[in-house]
């Protein structure tokens, strides 16, 4: 199965398929996302992972990937994108295996509807009042409260009801901004750690430039090392060292001049 992409399309290529009995499929243009099964299943979910993971990065305050950050990033996507069961689904979805074309051509007559998740659990009938300490709770507490303001007046909404839905509207608000801010915190913690131990690894350059032989890049990266193991010890051994004691009249290192013969003859 391949693309109509003209590198595609060769004598060779042709004559190569028809001494092995290779049967061709060309997926007519534009039409890959729909026909093709690794597209499908595959590097479309590796490229919304990959992506997805780039964003959080950008959330901590990183605004330039490079090699470092990309080949563990694009290897966590991969490990996460392309596998068997992907795969396999991919495949059903193109109507392969097992073999159903219904599966696409219905696509191709059904116009796309963009479905809002449901953002907060349905309301509790039972909720009893209580603090709310977030939005699903927050809903719930408001429909309670709406439910005792039907009770008592059937007239259109009064002052007490608008002040209730102005006041639950900014309650809304401290609470997402405060789960946004404390996101955000964790988020930027994290990569502050990280770009830390990213500084903190030290980089040994042997050799610039020329070619350099494993053996030849062993000897000299054990000579860098006997050569810092030997500054060390020529460093330990030039500390100065503290003077031996003597007595200040007499010179002498048995004693000092508080016990020294010759002040006690003087006195």
Not at 53 to 61: F, T
Not at 64 to 78: C, G, M, S, T, V
Not at 79 to 97: E, K, P, R, S, T
Not at 227 to 236: D, F, T
Request: with cysteine; net charge positive; glycine share 4%.
């Amino acid at each position: 199965m391949l693309d109509g992409h003209n590198s595609h399309v060769s004598p060779e290529f042709d004559r190569f398929c028809l001494d092995y009995q290779i049967v061709v499929l060309y997926i007519p243009a534009h039409s890959s996302y729909l026909l093709q099964p690794l597209d499908v299943g595959c590097f479309l979910a590796l490229k919304q992972l990959y992506g997805s993971l780039v964003e959080q990065l950008m959330a901590r305050g990183v605004n330039y990937i490079d090699k470092h950050e990309f080949l563990p990033l694009y290897r966590q996507a991969r490990q996460a994108a392309l596998h068997q069961n992907n795969i396999q689904v991919g495949f059903a979805a193109i109507g392969l295996v097992p073999y159903s074309p219904d599966r696409v051509l219905l696509q191709l007559h059904t116009k796309y509807q963009t479905l809002l998740p449901q953002r907060y659990p349905r309301l509790n009938a039972s909720w009893a009042a209580e603090t709310p300490h977030n939005i699903s709770e927050l809903q719930q507490q408001t429909a309670l409260l709406r439910r005792y303001l039907k009770r008592r007046t059937h007239s259109p909404p009064s002052p007490t009801e608008q002040a209730l839905g102005q006041l639950v509207k900014g309650y809304k608000i401290v609470i997402v901004s405060a789960v946004l801010l404390t996101s955000e915190n964790k988020k930027l913690r994290m990569e502050n750690q990280r770009q830390k131990k990213k500084r903190a690894k030290k980089r040994t350059y042997i050799a610039r430039g020329g070619i350099l032989s494993g053996s030849e890049g062993a000897s000299r990266a054990q000579a860098a090392q006997t050569r810092q193991e030997a500054a060390i010890v020529e460093a330990a051994a030039e500390q100065p060292r503290r003077a031996v004691r003597k007595c200040s009249m007499c010179k002498s290192t048995e004693h000092t001049a508080r016990t020294c013969p010759r002040r006690q003859i003087s006195i």
